[in-house]
Nanobody, 120 residues
Framework: QVQLVESGGGLVKPGGSLRLSCAAS????????MNWYRQAPGKERELVAV????????KYGDSVKGRFTISRDNGKNTVYLQMNSLKPEDTAVYYC?????????????WGQGTQVTVSS
């Protein structure tokens, strides 16, 4: 069955760094665009980063551009989010998302999230 498992979250001080990982199983990982989203309490889900199937194109939300880097290792079925220069406003639950458009059907899989807290 499809599974996306995030890890690497935790408590970090402002200016610090974390690296999130998302391990995928149960589907053809290399055929899926991978995304990172985040959601803080009381706020809507926000797209953080996107990476295409082979890693050739990446996109970032304006709020994280220049600080975060998304990458993937298709051999390990894993997508990463390197987060540097963290700010308190980065505090959220971070979710891994896999998407594939096949004919008229869109596959859309989600992990359960990992908490990132940026606080002194």
């Amino acid at each position: 069955q499809v599974q996306l498992v995030e890890s690497g979250g935790g408590l970090v001080k402002p200016g610090g760094s974390l690296r999130l990982s998302c391990a995928a199983s149960g589907f053809t990982f290399s055929s899926f665009t991978m995304n990172w989203y985040r959601q803080a309490p009381g706020k809507e889900r926000e797209l953080v980063a996107v990476i295409t199937t082979g890693g050739g194109i990446t996109k970032y939300g304006d709020s994280v551009k220049g600080r975060f880097t998304i990458s993937r290792d298709n051999g390990k079925n894993t997508v990463y989010l390197q987060m540097n220069s963290l700010k308190p406003e980065d505090t959220a639950v971070y979710y891994c998302n896999a998407v594939r458009l096949h004919d008229l059907y869109e596959y859309d899989y989600w992990g359960q999230g990992t908490q990132v807290t940026v606080s002194s």
